[in-house]
């Protein structure tokens, strides 16, 4: 498959800077028809895109298909699906690891693309659906033979992001009778928080690191071991863990259940895996957690379709390659109009800002162009009483991705003046869209907006075990999918190692210091000794 091409190098990247320079503007009157509202429409496994709002028309809507095409994007993804070794840089010291998370849910067909990785992901399945039997029927309890609860889930970044937004997303599917919480942050508050107000007898412990060495995770484990035993409660029979094999963590004596993750799931992409499926088997059953494996599927193979019409996580991919890298702006928000994605958004932020913030190619060469987009974001309506403002008037242009579902989740919805109040959510929804397109010509400067924001909308009926899925796989393919085109390997991290190499040396200053009241750090690390003095985080 490689040598891979930049995207400046493809034919098509001219073309569409040439495109860019006479590009549609959306508030010119009567260039949003009803003809164009529903021409401009992609389905994929449940999801509707609606793109009309997009600075598009069929020309660059062609040369955009160029670009895929000559970007094999494609042919990439399915390479990926079986295996191939794409999280590397040729060339340079790298992870060089195959990518397999869609292996996760490549579970429910006779032939899965990679046969091997499908396999143990559904060996995992079945410990995973026996823990939750014996749960379910009590034949595993706690000491005193009660039911288990609650479950802790400590993990950070991967281990956390992803599973947490799914679960929240979920909430309204939760089997009854048991509640998940999240510790992550190395901040003893956020643990302390949570251990003080459960019952830690009927609590169980999950414990998330692919790596098994992970700062913050230790050491909440350890913090939350220290509240078991303060309770005189053993941690061997709360604790479950779900780490890489071989990882220091991968020590089935020290926990009442272990469960793998593989090396080949990075830890962004890894909520399908075990990663997630512990926590959500134990809060929705292992059927729905099933359903959201089925809906990622799904979305997976409706990803393979090389026609962009035919494929949102595609269109989406490459509509935001417009607006970004010919359009020309930085900032991408997705905001979606339902509760339960509350924390989408910040997951997407580490699934796209961790994998597509690059500026070497595969190669190894710096690119001369953009890459990842800040990716920022938060559900409406209480975004519009908060940051719409700059969206609608600022000087800065930020597409928006909106996301809505037909139907809420719960029932119970009230009639106010004839509307519900789901009608009154994605009425604001649709508002918003048509809002930043058109804009409104004013004579008063102050209550002028300019449109020509471009914005689409994607939908489904409902948030379900099988819509979640699908939207998570959407975001990620889409993620993979901008990575190709850009050249960029968006399966490593090298850019959050400084911080912690650094944050490991003044961990060493501040426990020298306990040793040897005159210790000194400034021989050794001037620079950091000297901002630990300045911020008064040094004895003397
Ligand atoms: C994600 C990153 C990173 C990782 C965390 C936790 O893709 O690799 O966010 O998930 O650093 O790592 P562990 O699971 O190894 O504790």
Known sequence: MAPYT?????????????????APDLSTPDFLTALRLQEYHAHSAGFDLFFATQRLDETILASLQELADQSKVIEQFLALKKGAVMNRIEGWDCENRKVLHTACRDIFSKNPHNPEASKQAKAELKKLAAFLMELDQGTLTNDQGSPFTDMIQIGIGGSDLGPRALYHAMAAYGRGGRKIHFISNVDPDDGLAILSRLDLSRTLVNVVSKSGTTLETLTNEELAKAAYLKKGLDPARHFVAVTGQGSPMDD??????????????????????????????????????REILRGAHDMDQAAEEPNIRNNVPLLMALTGIWNHNFLGHETLAVLPYSQGLIR??????????????????????????????????????????????????????????????????????ITIKKTTSQEKLTANLLAQSLALASGQHSANPNRFFGGNRPNSILMADRLTPYSMGALLALYEAKIVFQGFLWNVNSFDQEGVQLGKILATRLLDHMAAQKEDESYDGSSTDALGWALMKATGLTKK
């Open 252 to 289: 089935p004596h020290k926990y009442l259940r272990s469960f793998y993750m593989f090396d080949y799931i990075g830890g962004r992409y890894s909520a399908t895996s075990m990663v997630g499926g512990v926590m959500l088997g134990f809060a929705l059953g292992d059927e729905n957690f």
């Open 344 to 413: 989408f958004t910040a997951h997407l932020q580490q699934c796209d800002m961790e994998s597509n913030g690059k500026s070497c190619n595969r190669q190894g060469e710096f690119v001369s162009y953009q890459t990842g987009p800040v990716l920022w974001g938060e559900p409406g309506t209480n975004g519009q009483h908060a940051f719409y403002q700059l969206i609608h008037q600022g000087t800065a242009i930020i597409p928006v991705e909106f996301i809505g579902f037909r139907t809420n989740q719960y029932d119970g919805d």
């Open 6 to 22: 930049n995207l400046d190098k493809q034919p098509a990247f001219t073309q569409l800077q040439s495109l860019a320079t006479t």
